[in-house]
């Protein structure tokens, strides 16, 4: 088992599956556990737990994915009380559903909390790691990968998929995943995806996809690796399913559509106006 005491890590999606493993078990190893939630009651539960658990202090950050104000104050109050972060943790997510829905900002809320809110927190929190580094940034992406069609990012048309909505939000994590890692080479900061398991035992699964066929205990496992390994130090811009490296849907080797997706995800959470 790793001893992680000194690290600083944020776990985003903490106060359920996977997120929750992993908030748990990192405590176990003794790092500082910042983790995040939507629900206050839900995330001090957990911080009762982790605080009985873990030999490190854990601190909580409450904000709701779905509006992008809500991951700026989170962001804002992260680099306020924190004084460095080793690793991030975008873990949280919105499984496929029937229904189109949108977020507080009016993005397509798979796209919104799967993809734009982690982008958005991750930039927010770049000095912090890179001033921080080695450090890592874990995105927790999936094998159900759909292509990106640039000219219905928001699935307005035809008949809405909430499966196709997952899927395609998840690829995007993972082109962003490679792009980043590009942006950051040299810097330190390791940036790398990962489908943890397929099909593990939690509330996303039972909800929008059937029968659990892994354990969170896999899936957990797996983030643990691309999170503490001293191995993977130096390993960026990766898609890894489970422990091995895997190969991802193809746009997510073309540049041309990251570079798309880079400007776009730029103009939608307001970093860069166009
Ligand atoms: N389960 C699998 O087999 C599988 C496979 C591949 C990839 N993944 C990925 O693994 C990650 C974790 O999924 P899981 O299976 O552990 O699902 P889960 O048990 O449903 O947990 C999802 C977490 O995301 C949080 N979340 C959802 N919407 C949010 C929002 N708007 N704002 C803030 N937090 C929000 C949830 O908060 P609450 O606790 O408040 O509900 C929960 O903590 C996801 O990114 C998922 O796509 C899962």
């Known amino acids: ?135 890592r940034v874990v995105n927790v992406a999936s094998i159900g990968q759909a292509a990106i069609d640039f000219d219905d990012v928001m699935l307005e048309r035809g008949t809405f998929s909430g499966f196709r909505a997952y899927a395609q939000s998840k690829l995007a994590q993972i082109l962003s995943t490679i792009d980043l890692a590009e942006e950051l080479e040299g810097s330190g900061v390791d940036v790398n995806a990962v489908h943890p398991a397929t099909l593990m035992d939690t509330t996303m699964v039972r909800e929008s996809f059937g029968t659990p066929r892994s354990t969170v205990r896999e899936g957990a496992d797996a983030a643990l690796r691309l999170i503490a390994d001293p191995e993977l130090e130096g390993v960026s811009g990766r898609y890894f399913e489970g422990t091995r490296e895997g190969a991802a849907d193809p746009q997510a080797y073309d540049p041309e559509a990251r570079a798309e997706l880079r400007r776009l995800s730029l103009r939608l959470t307001g970093l860069e106006r166009a």
Not at 23 to 44: N, P, Q
Not at 105 to 127: C, I, K, P, S, Y
């Open 1 to 135: 088992m790793e001893d992680l005491r000194g690290s600083v890590i944020l776990v985003t999606g903490a106060t359920d599956g996977l997120g929750r493993r992993l908030a748990l078990d990192l405590a176990v190893r003794g790092a500082t556990v910042l983790a995040h939630g939507r629900r206050r009651e839900r995330l001090d539960g957990l911080l009762g737990e982790l605080g009985a658990r873990g030999d490190a202090p854990a601190r909580g950050y409450l904000a709701d994915l779905a509006c992008l104000d809500e991951v700026r104050r989170m962001a804002g109050e992260v680099l306020d009380a924190e004084e460095r972060l080793d690793v991030l943790v975008n873990n949280a997510g919105v499984g496929a559903g029937d229904k189109r829905l949108v977020s507080a900002d009016g993005h397509e809320l798979r796209f919104a909390v799967n993809h734009l809110a982690g982008f958005l927190l991750t930039r927010l929190l770049l000095d912090l790691l890179r001033a921080s580094a080695p450090s």
